[in-house]
């Protein structure tokens, strides 16, 4: 299927706010002008963003603002009304292996009969395609994907045997074991234990610092200043985007809420923590 999704026209860019990267920084992600719609009712409208690459990107919003849209739509998983959006400057059919994808917990079928290995040797097949099995190098690669979680000890055991935090552990493994530039990430916090939090974060750290992109959906507007570099502000339209510093704002934020007050105060708090010479950052 085109990326395109065969009905995306390019028009002129929309008037809202757009979101670019320092001039001469590489690009990771390029948005134009990108609607999407269910049953001809937008989800998504006219959004502009370009994400630099090399980052740790929040993408935050209300419930129903179409965070997981986005993500599915720089996926090629749900097609565009309109617009178009590039990975690494090409088309996602042209880049594909070089992108990985960490779904929501909840929407995979974790009694599926399968074992914590096979599921990290998973990542693997973008890069060898669905007729080739993976050999000992691709298995040694799911190996150390394993350990940088601290599941090795975990590896045969069926999936539907392990806690939310052991499953999340193990589809960041295959994420890790897909060795993409590009890693999208729908709410990989959610649901987990402190420990497998910081760890997560510790990973997707290792990862930025390697010149990765992490894009992922975020809830916890208190802990934005301090894990995240960049982030995008979405209500069905793109309110702000930018560096954390500049774009986490309590202005952005109302518009991104609206008068919902207790995370307001909430988002505050963190604003203010980011501001403070002693705050936390990344």
Request: proline share 5%; glycine share 10%.
């Amino acid at each position: 299927m085109s990326l395109l999704g065969g009905a995306a026209s390019v028009r002129e860019p929309a008037s809202g706010p757009r979101a670019a990267a320092p001039i001469g920084e590489p690009v990771a992600v390029e948005v134009h002008d990108a609607t999407v719609a269910y049953h001809r009712r937008p989800v998504l409208w006219d959004i502009d963003l370009v994400l630099p690459a090399g980052r740790l990107v929040a993408v935050i919003g209300p419930n129903g603002a179409g965070k997981s849209t986005l993500l599915k739509a720089i996926l090629g998983l749900t097609p565009l009304a309109s617009g178009w959006i590039e990975v690494f400057g090409k088309r996602l059919r042209d880049v594909r292996q070089h992108v990985g994808y960490m779904p929501q917990r909840e929407t995979v079928d974790w009694d599926f009969p399968i074992n914590v290995a096979d599921v990290v040797l998973m990542g693997r097949y973008g890069r060898l395609g669905w007729l080739r099995r993976p050999g000992a190098a691709d298995r040694e690669i799911a190996g150390r994907a394993l350990e940088a979680v601290g599941m090795s000890a975990y590896a045969r055991r069926q999936i539907s045997q392990l806690s939310g935090g052991q499953q999340q552990r193990v589809f960041l493994a295959r994420a890790l074991a897909q060795e993409a530039s590009l890693y999208l990430m729908d709410e990989p916090f959610a649901g987990v234990d402190a420990s497998t939090e910081r760890m997560l974060l510790e990973v997707m750290r290792g990862m930025r610092d390697q010149g990765r992109t992490v894009v992922a959906v975020h809830h916890d507007l208190q802990t934005v200043p301090e894990y995240f570099d960049h982030v995008v502000m979405l209500n069905m339209r793109l309110v702000a985007a930018g560096p954390t510093k500049e774009a986490f704002t309590r202005s952005n934020l109302q518009k991104t809420y609206g008068g919902r007050l207790t995370l307001l105060d909430e988002a505050a708090e963190a604003v203010r923590r980011a501001a403070s010479p002693d705050g936390q950052r990344v």
